[in-house]
């Protein structure tokens, strides 16, 4: 810690009234200090982070932290606030503020670092002595490490209630495992992980955490699963290898719930346990043990988990596309679109010959595409049933390919595949099996079983459906592609980022997984709608700066970045403190921006990369227009909005966001 944290880091009067106030005033330490190269672009960055996920924690704690390419070391900036920050906590603003920067690349070591001061922000003796201390050097000192604080002695009361719960479980404790993570995984992985430990220690409870974060994934052992008599998943991403937790009563939930509700948790794993509910996820994928329950899988109701298996295909997918999308637009870029039928570059390369070179780009592009729709299927089934479900999902992909059937096809089955396979987890087999089943009977047995399926029963008809759907797309042209593109405006404005936006998106991708002219067509539109948000909210930011607050201010500044980078999320700040004016206005340029594009045939093969990949898009100057009125129609009507609300001698609103919401 000696290297991430120094006096100057710290500021023990923190000003800020805001949490991008106090972002910057640390930031700027950090710049001061040698330790962020590019201000605004880590800014940009953080604001990103916060966007997916407030930052503050009950006990008047505020981590606001990113990876950035802008950081050059990992550092920790402290701030102590009179008045306190809203950074998003249920019980208030934070007085203690730490900003983490933590570089795009580093390494497991500062991390882990990281994480310790992670689980230290929970003892409430360590924030106690950084609240009173006066002197930057020991408050820097603290943070490090090197002088722990005094804790104050519990209560007779407290230690009498201990003493009688260690009595009570002496003979037998309970013994739960939990996996804690998030998506940064930089602090809440292991904040969660220091609460519930604390939590169980108070009841007596023994508890082991593996911590599945940027510092490393180091399992838990096997022997110490086996006797636990249950699991709490505390995470923000997909629990990894889930399969080893089968026949165990699973508390599953957010990370947040983690660091607030240890108690709560630990007591409804305790509940689970007694009255014998036991998880659908079979033990090493074998098959379900006695009294399972149904499918291993995210909770909520049938479409909460439908849209979260696609999308799990989809994010995998994606890499792909936009691997090959953008391999194959540079080969025609340098070698015409006549490259897409050149001979095999194995035999045919010549290296000074930039033809050569334009058609080992497209050939290498079109292998990465080959791979799209068994990914997709693939992935899909993974995110229903685990490890066991890759190879028939992979294998109704490949199926689908063969057939004809496309991006419909995958989708198909790979949810053929993970019900499959946990159907065939639901079947009793005897111990001496089961370590066999992951690895082959389950793979054997669904792979057959989605073979079938696909090559006899379902695939001839969603191959035709898929052919009616890309004839339906190539022919679209005038008022039905505009109409197309009004919709999928609408659809990624409306929640900018949620599930509409989510699902415009995952139809678009999964286009590109058998590209037409068409589908083509429907990315680009997608991808230009999806820059209007933030664009606008930073442009009416820049224009008209009395109508929005000392925050929305500052956001409007990140949101240049964020839009031109295609991050919709990035005008969410602005949704969030005044949607009745904010969302129809974007709603409405969105709108405006998909039907240009595709009126104007903008084609774009890429899923991704915003203004970066515009070089590579069909018809670029139209493209560039279609954004940039939609974003001039957004500004003008959220402006005009924003004025109707105020009244003569009125003012400009105030300095934070609740006026802005009350007057909604």
């Given at each position: ?369 080959g791979f799209l729709v068994p990914v997709l299927a693939g992935y899909i089934a993974y995110g229903m049933a685990d490890r066991p479900a890759l190879v028939p999902g992979f294998v109704g992909g490949a199926i689908a390919l063969t057939i004809d059937a496309g991006f419909l096809g995958g989708l198909v089955a790979g949810l053929l595949a993970g019900a499959a396979v946990m159907a065939i987890q639901r079947v009793k087999v005897h111990p001496t099996l089961r370590g066999i089943m992951p ?226």
């Amino acid at each position: 810690m000696s290297e991430l944290i120094t006096a100057e880091l710290v500021d023990l009067d923190l000003s800020a009234e805001t949490k991008s106030e106090a972002a910057r005033s640390l930031a700027e330490r950090m710049v001061s200090a040698g330790r962020v190269t590019d201000l605004d672009g880590f800014l940009a960055d953080v604001a990103a982070r916060e966007a997916q996920m407030p930052t503050g924690l009950d006990g008047g704690i505020g981590i606001p932290h990113c990876r950035s390419e802008h950081v050059a070391a990992p550092t920790l900036a402290f701030g102590r606030s009179r008045s306190g920050i809203d950074f998003g906590a249920a019980d208030g603003p934070a007085d203690l503020v730490f900003l983490i920067a933590a570089p795009a690349g580093a390494d497991d070591d500062h991390l882990a670092i990281l994480s310790s001061l992670a689980r230290r922000l929970m003892d409430p003796g360590f924030t106690d002595a950084l609240r009173a201390e006066a002197d930057p050097a020991v408050a820097a000192a603290l943070v490090r490490g090197e002088e722990a604080p005094a804790t104050a002695p519990e209560p007779a009361e407290a230690a009498t209630e201990k003493t009688a719960t260690a009595e009570r479980t002496a003979a037998k404790p309970f013994r739960i495992v939990a996996v804690t993570s998030c998506p940064t995984g930089i602090a809440h992985t292991y904040m969660a992980a220091e609460s519930l430990e604390a939590a169980a220690r108070a009841q007596g409870v023994v508890l082991d955490v593996e911590t599945q974060g940027s510092a490393g994934f180091e399992r838990l052992d096997p022997a110490v699963i086996a006797a636990a008599d249950a699991v709490i998943w505390a995470h923000d991403v997909d629990v990894r290898e889930k399969g080893r937790f089968g026949g165990k009563p699973v508390v599953d939930t957010g990370v947040k719930a983690g660091i607030n509700r240890p108690a709560e948790l630990i007591a409804e794993a305790r509940a689970k346990a007694e009255r014998g509910e036991i998880s659908g996820i079979a033990e090493d994928g074998a098959g379900p043990a006695e009294g399972t329950g149904g499918p291993s899988g995210p909770s909520g109701h049938f479409g909460v988990r439908l849209r979260t298996y696609l999308m799990s295909g989809v994010s995998y997918m994606v890499p792909f596309v936009a691997a090959g999308g953008l391999l194959i637009a540079l080969s025609f870029a340098i070698g015409g679109y006549e490259i897409a039928g050149a001979k095999s570059v194995a035999d045919h390369f010549v290296w000074g010959e930039s033809a050569s070179w334009a058609a080992l780009l497209n050939q290498i592009g079109t292998a990465a595409f080959g791979f799209l729709v068994p990914v997709l299927a693939g992935y899909i089934a993974y995110g229903m049933a685990d490890r066991p479900a890759l190879v028939p999902g992979f294998v109704g992909g490949a199926i689908a390919l063969t057939i004809d059937a496309g991006f419909l096809g995958g989708l198909v089955a790979g949810l053929l595949a993970g019900a499959a396979v946990m159907a065939i987890q639901r079947v009793k087999v005897h111990p001496t099996l089961r370590g066999i089943m992951p690895v082959l009977v389950i793979p054997l047995l669904a792979s057959i079983a989605v073979g079938f399926l696909m090559f006899i029963v379902v695939g001839r008809p969603i191959a035709s459906l898929q052919n009616a759907l890309t004839d339906w797309l190539n022919g679209l042209s005038g008022s039905n592609a505009v109409i197309l593109g009004v919709v999928l405006g609408l659809m990624m404005c409306f929640d900018m980022g949620g599930p509409l936006n989510k699902v415009a998106y995952a139809f678009a991708v999964g286009g590109l997984a058998d590209p037409t002219p068409g589908s083509l067509k429907v990315m680009a539109a997608v991808m230009a709608a999806g820059m209007v948000p933030p664009l606008a909210m930073a442009l009416a930011t820049t224009l008209r700066r009395g109508l929005f607050t000392r925050t929305e201010r500052e956001n409007g500044r990140a949101a240049w970045v964020l839009g031109a980078s295609f991050i919709t999320e990035g005008a969410i700040p602005f949704a969030a403190a005044d949607p009745l004016r904010v969302i129809p206005s974007v709603m409405a340029g969105g709108a405006v921006t998909g039907a240009l594009s595709m009126a104007f045939g903008c084609t774009l093969r890429a899923p991704h990369g915003g203004v970066f990949v515009v070089p590579l898009i069909g018809e670029p100057f139209l493209y560039l227009l279609a954004i940039a009125v939609g974003t001039a129609v957004s500004t003008a009507l959220v402006v005009v909005l924003k004025g109707m609300r105020r009244t003569p001698g009125s003012g400009a609103p105030a300095e934070d966001g609740p006026a802005v919401a009350v007057a909604a």
